[in-house]
Structures are given as C-alpha cells and as structure tokens.
C-alpha cells in the first residue's frame, strides 16, 4: 500500500491537471472565438467595399464618345446646344 503522502501528492498532481487542462482549453477556444470574430469583420468588409463600388458603377454617369467629341471646340463635330445643356447640368 501506498503511504498517505504518496496518494495527497497523486491527487493533488491530478487536481492541478484538471486545473490546468480547463484553463488551457478555455484559452483556446477563445483564441478560436477571437478568430472567427476577426474573419467575420473581414468579410463584412469585403462587402461593404463591393456594395461601395457597385453603388459608384451604378451611379456613374455615362460619357459616350461622341459627347465628348462634341464637346471640344476645335472639333469639326462640336455641338453648340449640347455644349450650352452641360453647361446647364453643372
């Protein structure tokens, strides 16, 4: 048989594994916790940016080629009445 110091000292070694191994345990699953929360705002993110930029396609004003080339001046093609409805817009 085992004396009393020997069993104090074998429960007490498992008492602290115990111990530890809840301690260690809610450490990581905290770390795992903090890392999904992290991936989460970042993917929140990513949409946001994406929303941002489809907004900005969508509201973008269209230029076409030929009311910019009858916008300039010097242009064989410029065009008084639009020139003066742009000037209106703005």
Known sequence: MASSGVNVLRYSALGLGVVYGFYHQRQ????????????EYEHKQQLIAQAKKAYAAKHK????????????????????????????KA
Do not use: G
């Open 28 to 39: 990581i699953y905290a770390s795992d916790r903090a890392a999904a929360a992290q991936r």
């Open 61 to 88: 004003p269209a230029v076409s080629a030929s009311s910019s080339a009858s916008q300039d001046i010097n242009s064989s093609s410029f065009d008084l009445e639009s020139f003066i409805a742009q000037l209106d």
